[in-house]
């Protein structure tokens, strides 16, 4: 008996070692740098409320805290080390629109998105616009639909991906207003806005985060705005419900996730603390200057979200049988 009670007792500390260990590290934290990942190239949307938000949390937090970069897969080799890094509140992720339509767009992803990451918080959502370099003859949307139909090719336009929203939105778009595109995708929004105020793709469509500063010199040429309402940044710009199909609305939006069974003790904090960095007067402004409609929703909003999105463009993707590298 007095074995078996020895026994047990061994058992049970041996079950409560890793609770205790858990706990203490939970208790410390943050003991050591916490990682951002932006799963884009530097100079893209992600990356610039990473770069954002990491000054000020390190001093919330009283740690540094850096921004790594690993682009690739439309934003899913970044998502995808996030989501197999430990569940210690040292690892998140900022994702852009295209965390939505990852699962339906690559069915052989590294992770799963609803079960191995966990939602911290719905950032923003903004509209997109669809514009032309300025050395296009082109300065309306009617103008972009006769030139897409004037010639054998149609036209040329580029996004920040294949199977990003604004990729599905002027597919989408083709199909129903029946004119002719081709799609350019690159490697995030750092290098589509190089090479659209450059003129090597003719035409881009991305969020007006994105492209307002490039708006504003001149050397992009607003068309449409794919929400539902005018963008603010651009009010004298029509949206697409307006001119063509009413009702229509396609929103990107940026979130911020961790690995799946990250304390919610830790979750929480961080909810806390990225909420206070963007209500700034500073950067709320900074923000909203460039179309980006702050919506600072907590964990359980952004998971419901995500699934409407996810639902939402899968449809798209179905039926114009859209893959990745398209």
Avoid at 60 to 72: F, Y
Avoid at 115 to 129: D, N, R
Wanted: glycine content about 8%; some cysteine.
């Amino acid at each position: 008996m007095k074995k078996l009670r020895a026994w047990l007792l061994a058992s049970l500390c041996c079950l409560a070692a890793p609770v205790a260990v858990m706990a203490q590290a939970q208790a410390n934290w943050p003991s050591k740098p916490i990682r951002l990942i932006s799963p884009f190239p530097a100079g893209g949307t992600t990356d610039q409320l990473a770069r954002m938000v990491a000054p000020a949390l390190s001093q919330a937090l009283g740690t540094s805290v850096i921004v790594e970069n690993r682009a690739g897969g439309n934003g899913s080799i970044g998502t995808g080390i996030a989501a197999k890094s430990p569940p210690d509140g040292y690892t998140f992720v900022f994702v852009f629109d295209t965390h939505g339509t990852n699962p339906s767009l690559i069915p052989n992803m590294s992770f799963d998105t609803r079960t191995e990451l966990t939602p911290v918080m719905l950032i923003a959502t903004g509209a997109m616009v669809i514009t032309a370099h300025k050395s296009q003859p082109v300065r309306t949307f009617e103008e972009l639909m006769k030139t897409a139909n004037a010639g054998a090719g149609g036209i040329s336009y580029g996004t920040i991906a294949s199977g990003s929203l604004a990729h599905l939105a002027m597919t989408s778009l083709a199909a129903q207003l029946k004119f002719r595109a081709t799609h350019v995708p690159y490697k995030g929004g750092g290098p589509l806005a190089i090479d659209a105020v450059a003129g090597h793709v003719p035409y881009a469509v991305a969020t007006t985060a994105l492209f307002s500063q490039h708006i504003r010199s001149g050397a992009l040429i607003p068309l449409a705005v794919t929400s539902s309402t005018r963008d603010p940044v651009v009010p004298n710009v029509p949206t697409l419900a307006e001119l063509h199909l009413p009702g229509f609305e396609a929103a990107a939006w940026w979130g911020v996730f961790a690995p799946a069974k990250t304390p919610p003790e830790i979750i929480g904090r961080v909810y806390k603390e990225l909420s206070i960095i963007f209500n700034d007067p500073q950067n709320k402004e900074k923000l909203a200057a460039q179309g980006m409609n702050l919506k600072l929703a907590p964990p359980e909003q952004l998971g419901k979200f995500l699934d409407d999105q996810i639902v939402q463009w899968s449809k798209v993707i179905k039926e114009h049988n859209i893959r990745a590298g398209d």
